[in-house]
């Protein structure tokens, strides 16, 4: 039968067989489908039902509005062609908005072609509806509209040229007709530029959707941006963001005679504490799934006790004092503190910089903040250390091969001709930058995936498991990796935790060339050289002393009991000279602090026979590289300490990220004011102003709680 | 002078889709009917299977309001739809925790053929047996291509480079050949 199938080269047969093969939607189906979309669109966008609050972003709205915009764009465009387009947006308006539009269209539309079964909708029936049949040629011309500015060169004329059928956006096909109008449509969708950070940050704090649905509050047309909006240049609508945050739910009570064993990993992250500083300083509080506690308390340094030279690169310091908040419980504060090594000695680095050069990575505070912040990171490098740096966008390229960090005006360059273009390709880049990093690896060199992102891992392979599992291969090879986030927006925290936490290294998010600073080259050498691995604390509480115990924050690094002792499970490294604190919140029996009436059918508790104990905690960790873990293990006394400054200001913060997160459950009247009190009372050496900062902020929520 | 009237105007595709993005169901729901029967043939060439392309179209609709906020502006809407379709077709696939299903799809042609009587019998062994022999890989490319996807296009939707598309497309013509060359041995 393949007589007539003599070429393949075109794939002309294939083509036509499959459009002669494929079938029309089932109308019942594809109303069926329609409605089912316009369902879920409802429930996504529940604002755009009805008048969403205007409130705060009032004062960031451009004066003048929409009929103030269409007034200026009938002053200012007076070509034919204008006129023609403003006289199409109200006959467009009419048909939508008005039951009477909308019936015409419903009943009438002309069907364009013999090819779908339902006409087009936007094909408007005006008075000239007898032109209908011109539709099909106006399509096959491809109207030279559809280059206009907005679509940045991309070559989009070709795809549409076939067949009749691909009329459909017919407002670039009306050209044709509308030549001279052309001056008029640019205007129009140039104004919407992709993103503007102010007023991103300005509806981030509530929900995206109804943000949203405020700032277009009065301006959609059904689904026509009304043009007044659009020639007003200070209007630029955001689109949504799409930020996702990893946390969990609040630590609960626990009742030390039900579950007197609490086991989590440690985490050095501070991604979480730059959002909330981020957030404030935008002028709006943080969405509470942004707080992890843990991070917060862990973003400053402390001058806890170091370690001895020769022993564990890592010391416990426990003190046990007064909780701020309420008098009748008890802070267990638990420090770790990591060795800083002889840097004069650190091995060779050989660090990937796997840098996002999408698209969304266009606004100041991504692309352009990350090149200063590696140029400041740069500096801190070593004639022998080598830097290699591949990007991700659609695709994953190689931009500098290995090369010394002696060739700063190479690496420099490289770094400078990087710009923001395309989709995201997070896979694609992983693993060409694990590969390089594989290539540069010697004997007794700490090799090390830097990876900087807007968190947008959107093409390529798929979800988080798989790319974690990826990553969590590679760490087995000895590369880890870290992760920078860059800018606000369509952050994805939750895939960025996901990722260093599964590559040994840490999240951090860089808002401020300062914090960069902070990051990259004040504690560099600490997120570049882990000095103890899969870091994980298990304490067995008394019962006979303590009633409930509460761990503050460390929602996402819960392990379960028996994985303490599994030295396959994975954990928190903990860099060199770093510190990670956890603090529990208990209540000791006989407190009226207690929550939980005793069981009265309960096993009375056996009268432990130290009764000055209040727990017993253990340790494990690996030396770097190694696959067996230490156990280091110690007492805790009842004996309350008198709290030093660096734990009163640990408790401040603690604090603090919990009036974010809004556990009022177990502050009570404790505020921000106290909060203030307490971490100003605290703030101790602050060589980097970093606790002065913190006091700021929290001075910012209070403003903004009030 | 040419009539004003003569015009009829309308909002491109990427308007809408802003305008959705931002809660305006109306511009969502004239976007989906604009483009809901390309989609649907899109789902059709995917799967090769009528009731399968109706359930994935139905995923996809299902979906898209969620995706919406996935929008940039950098993209055609076709592009950023297409690119929404293949992964809810790859999501699909991997859901029934085989990659045969949509070769079972070419594979059951023969109920789908039914339905179309018009058809010339010969023309559909032929192209059934074309489709089986490429692997998901080769038939999602050429699904796009043929449906007058550019190659820079169909790179953007599945995550591939240009060079990828166009081996793929060399790769297909390669196959398609040795069946034509099988066909004739008989």
Same mark, same amino acid.
């Given at each position: 039968?393949?007589?007539?199938?003599?070429?393949?080269?075109?794939?002309?047969?294939?083509?036509?067989?499959?459009?002669?093969? !494929?079938?029309?939607?089932?109308?019942? *189906?594809?109303?069926?489908?329609?409605?089912?979309?316009?369902?879920?669109?409802?429930?996504?966008?529940?604002?755009?039902?009805?008048?969403?609050?205007?409130?705060?972003?009032?004062?960031?709205?451009?004066?003048?509005?929409?009929?103030?915009?269409?007034?200026?764009?009938?002053?200012?465009?007076?070509?034919?062609?204008?006129?023609?387009?403003?006289?199409?947006?109200?006959?467009?308006?009419?048909?939508?908005?008005?039951?009477?539009?909308?019936?015409?269209?419903?009943?009438?539309?002309?069907? %364009?072609?013999?090819?779908?079964?339902?006409?087009?909708?936007?094909?408007?029936?005006?008075?000239?509806?007898?032109?209908?049949?011109?539709?099909?040629?106006?399509?096959?011309?491809?109207? +030279? %509209?559809?280059?206009?500015?907005?679509?940045?060169?991309?070559?989009?004329?070709?795809?549409?040229?076939?067949?009749?059928?691909?009329?459909?956006?017919?407002?670039?096909?009306?050209?044709?007709?509308?030549?001279?109008?052309?001056?008029?449509?640019?205007?129009?969708?140039?104004?919407?530029?992709?993103?503007?950070?102010?007023?991103?940050?300005?509806?981030?704090?509530?929900?995206?959707?109804?943000?949203?649905?405020?700032?277009?509050?009065?301006?959609?047309?059904?689904?026509?941006?009304?043009?007044?909006?659009?020639?007003?240049?200070?209007?630029?609508?955001?689109?949504?963001?799409?930020?996702?945050?990893?946390?969990?739910?609040?630590?609960?009570?626990?009742?030390?005679?039900?579950?007197?064993?609490?086991?989590?990993?440690?985490?050095?992250?501070?991604?979480?504490?730059?959002?909330?500083?981020?957030?404030?300083?935008? $002028?709006?509080?943080?969405?509470?799934?942004?707080?992890?506690?843990?991070?917060?308390?862990?973003?400053?340094?402390?001058?806890?006790?170091?370690?001895?030279?020769?022993?564990?690169?890592?010391? +416990?310091?426990?003190?046990?004092?007064?909780?701020?908040?309420?008098?009748?419980?008890?802070?267990?504060?638990?420090?770790?503190?990591?060795?800083?090594?002889?840097?004069?000695?650190?091995?060779?680095?050989?660090?990937?910089?796997?840098?996002?050069?999408?698209?969304?990575?266009?606004?100041?505070?991504?692309?352009?903040?990350?090149?200063?912040?590696?140029?400041?990171?740069?500096?801190?490098?070593?004639?022998?250390?080598?830097?290699?740096?591949?990007?991700?966008?659609?695709?994953?390229?190689?931009?500098?091969?290995?090369?010394?960090?002696?060739?700063?005006?190479?690496?420099?360059?490289?770094?400078?001709?990087?710009?923001? $273009?395309?989709?995201?390709?997070?896979?694609?880049?992983?693993?060409?930058?694990?590969?390089?990093?594989?290539?540069?690896?010697?004997?007794?060199?700490?090799?090390?995936?830097?990876?900087?992102?807007?968190?947008?891992?959107?093409?390529?392979?798929?979800?988080?498991?798989?790319?974690?599992?990826?990553?969590?291969?590679?760490?087995?090879?000895?590369?880890?990796?870290?992760?920078?986030?860059?800018?606000? $927006?369509?952050?994805?925290?939750? !895939?960025?935790? *996901?990722?260093?936490?599964?590559?040994?290294?840490?999240?951090?998010?860089?808002?401020?060339?300062?914090?960069?600073?902070?990051?990259? %080259?004040?504690?560099?050498?600490?997120?570049?050289?882990?000095?103890?691995?899969?870091?994980?604390?298990?304490?067995?509480?008394?019962?006979?002393?303590?009633?409930?115990?509460?761990?503050?924050?460390?929602?996402?690094?819960?392990?379960?009991?028996?994985?303490?002792?599994?030295?396959?499970?994975?954990?928190?490294?903990?860099?060199?000279?770093?510190?990670?604190?956890?603090?529990?919140?208990?209540?000791?029996?006989?407190?009226?602090?207690?929550?939980?009436?005793?069981?009265?059918?309960?096993?009375?508790?056996?009268?432990?026979?130290?009764?000055?104990?209040?727990?017993?905690?253990?340790?494990?960790?690996?030396?770097? $590289?190694?696959?067996?873990?230490?156990?280091?293990?110690?007492?805790?006394?009842?004996?309350?300490? %008198?709290?030093?400054?660096?734990?009163?200001?640990?408790?401040?913060? *603690?604090?603090?990220?919990?009036?974010?997160?809004?556990?009022?459950?177990?502050?009570?009247?404790?505020?921000?004011?106290?909060?203030?009190?307490?971490?100003?009372?605290?703030?101790?050496?602050?060589?980097?102003?970093?606790?002065?900062?913190?006091?700021?902020?929290?001075?910012?929520?209070?403003?903004?709680?009030? | 002078?040419?009539?004003?009237? &003569?015009?009829?105007?309308?909002?491109?595709?990427?308007?809408?889709?802003?305008?959705?993005?931002?809660?305006?169901?109306?511009?969502?729901?004239?976007?989906?009917?604009?483009?809901?029967?390309?989609?649907?043939?899109?789902?059709?060439? =995917?799967?090769?299977?009528?009731?399968?392309?109706?359930? =994935?179209?139905?995923?996809?609709?299902?979906?898209?309001?969620?995706?919406?906020?996935?929008?940039?502006?950098?993209?055609?809407?076709?592009?950023?739809?297409?690119?929404?379709?293949?992964?809810?077709?790859?999501?699909?696939?991997?859901?029934?925790?085989?990659?045969?299903?949509?070769?079972?799809?070419?594979?059951?042609?023969?109920?789908?053929?039914?339905?179309?009587?018009?058809?010339?019998?010969?023309?559909?062994?032929?192209?059934?047996?074309?489709?089986?022999?490429?692997?998901?890989? #080769?038939?999602?490319?050429?699904?796009?291509? #043929?449906?007058?996807?550019?190659?820079?296009?169909?790179?953007?939707?599945?995550?591939?480079?240009?060079? &990828?598309?166009?081996?793929?497309?060399?790769?297909?013509?390669?196959?398609?050949?040795?069946?034509? &060359?099988?066909?004739?041995?008989?």
């Amino acid at each position: 039968m393949t007589s007539n199938n003599n070429e393949f080269d075109d794939l002309a047969d294939l083509k036509s067989a499959l459009a002669s093969a !494929t079938p029309r939607p089932d109308p019942g *189906a594809r109303a069926a489908h329609l409605r089912l979309a316009q369902e879920n669109f409802e429930k996504v966008y529940p604002a755009s039902q009805g008048s969403a609050d205007p409130s705060r972003l009032m004062s960031e709205r451009p004066r003048g509005g929409v009929w103030q915009g269409v007034k200026e764009m009938l002053n200012t465009i007076t070509t034919k062609g204008g006129l023609t387009v403003t006289t199409a947006l109200v006959a467009c308006g009419f048909l939508f908005l008005s039951p009477q539009g909308q019936e015409l269209w419903r009943a009438n539309a002309p069907v %364009v072609n013999n090819l779908g079964p339902v006409a087009d909708p936007v094909i408007l029936p005006t008075p000239e509806a007898d032109n209908a049949p011109l539709l099909n040629q106006t399509a096959e011309q491809e109207s +030279p %509209v559809v280059a206009l500015p907005e679509t940045g060169g991309r070559a989009l004329t070709d795809t549409l040229t076939e067949t009749p059928r691909e009329q459909a956006p017919l407002g670039e096909t009306a050209g044709a007709e509308m030549s001279d109008s052309e001056i008029a449509a640019p205007p129009m969708p140039a104004a919407v530029a992709p993103t503007n950070q102010a007023l991103t940050r300005m509806t981030a704090p509530m929900d995206g959707a109804q943000g949203y649905a405020q700032e277009f509050d009065g301006m959609v047309i059904g689904g026509i941006v009304a043009p007044g909006s659009m020639t007003d240049d200070s209007f630029i609508a955001p689109l949504p963001d799409t930020e996702a945050f990893a946390n969990a739910d609040d630590n609960p009570l626990k009742i030390t005679a039900e579950a007197p064993v609490s086991t989590f990993s440690i985490d050095v992250d501070t991604a979480a504490y730059a959002v909330v500083r981020q957030s404030l300083n935008a $002028g709006f509080l943080p969405n509470p799934e942004a707080v992890r506690v843990e991070e917060m308390i862990n973003y400053f340094p402390y001058a806890y006790p170091a370690p001895e030279a020769d022993g564990a690169p890592l010391l +416990p310091t426990v003190s046990l004092f007064e909780t701020p908040w309420n008098p009748n419980t008890q802070l267990l504060h638990i420090a770790l503190q990591g060795e800083m090594p002889a840097l004069a000695d650190r091995p060779p680095l050989n660090l990937v910089f796997l840098i996002d050069t999408s698209g969304s990575m266009a606004d100041a505070n991504k692309l352009p903040l990350l090149k200063q912040s590696f140029r400041l990171m740069l500096d801190q490098l070593r004639p022998e250390d080598q830097v290699a740096i591949v990007e991700y966008a659609g695709f994953a390229g190689l931009v500098l091969q290995a090369t010394a960090a002696s060739e700063r005006q190479t690496i420099l360059n490289a770094l400078q001709s990087l710009g923001a $273009g395309g989709s995201t390709n997070g896979q694609g880049g992983l693993e060409q930058a694990y590969a390089v990093a594989e290539s540069m690896a010697a004997d007794g060199e700490v090799g090390r995936v830097i990876l900087a992102t807007d968190g947008d891992f959107n093409v390529g392979a798929t979800g988080t498991d798989t790319l974690t599992d990826y990553i969590a291969d590679k760490r087995d090879t000895g590369v880890y990796l870290s992760v920078l986030g860059f800018g606000r $927006g369509n952050l994805d925290d939750a !895939t960025m935790q *996901a990722l260093a936490q599964n590559g040994n290294g840490t999240a951090a998010y860089i808002d401020t060339l300062n914090e960069a600073q902070k990051v990259l %080259v004040d504690q560099l050498t600490g997120a570049l050289f882990p000095i103890a691995g899969d870091v994980k604390v298990q304490i067995e509480f008394n019962p006979a002393t303590v009633a409930e115990y509460r761990l503050i924050g460390y929602e996402t690094r819960a392990l379960n009991r028996e994985d303490f002792n599994n030295d396959a499970v994975d954990a928190g490294e903990l860099g060199a000279g770093h510190s990670v604190t956890a603090i529990y919140e208990i209540t000791p029996v006989g407190s009226p602090a207690q929550r939980a009436d005793p069981l009265r059918y309960g096993e009375a508790v056996a009268a432990s026979e130290s009764t000055d104990e209040l727990g017993f905690l253990k340790l494990r960790w690996k030396e770097p $590289g190694a696959d067996e873990s230490q156990l280091m293990t110690t007492p805790i006394t009842v004996n309350t300490t %008198v709290a030093g400054t660096e734990a009163q200001f640990a408790a401040a913060i *603690a604090g603090f990220g919990q009036l974010l997160r809004g556990q009022d459950l177990y502050l009570g009247d404790w505020s921000y004011a106290e909060a203030i009190a307490l971490a100003n009372a605290n703030r101790g050496e602050d060589d980097f102003g970093y606790r002065n900062e913190a006091v700021q902020l929290m001075r910012l929520a209070q403003s903004l709680t009030d | 002078m040419r009539p004003i009237t &003569t015009m009829r105007m309308t909002v491109s595709d990427e308007d809408l889709a802003l305008a959705a993005a931002n809660g305006d169901g109306q511009a969502f729901g004239s976007l989906l009917a604009r483009h809901y029967d390309r989609l649907f043939a899109l789902c059709y060439r =995917l799967t090769g299977q009528r009731a399968e392309a109706e359930d =994935l179209t139905q995923d996809i609709c299902a979906a898209l309001p969620a995706k919406l906020a996935s929008y940039r502006r950098q993209s055609r809407v076709t592009t950023w739809l297409y690119r929404v379709a293949v992964n809810a077709a790859h999501d699909r696939r991997r859901r029934r925790a085989t990659y045969m299903t949509a070769s079972d799809g070419w594979g059951d042609w023969e109920l789908a053929r039914q339905d179309v009587a018009a058809q010339d019998r010969a023309q559909l062994d032929w192209l059934t047996a074309a489709m089986t022999r490429l692997n998901d890989d #080769l038939r999602d490319t050429l699904a796009l291509v #043929l449906d007058d996807v550019t190659h820079a296009e169909a790179a953007e939707i599945l995550g591939v480079s240009e060079g &990828t598309i166009s081996w793929r497309i060399s790769e297909a013509k390669k196959r398609l050949r040795a069946i034509r &060359t099988e066909e004739e041995a008989i």
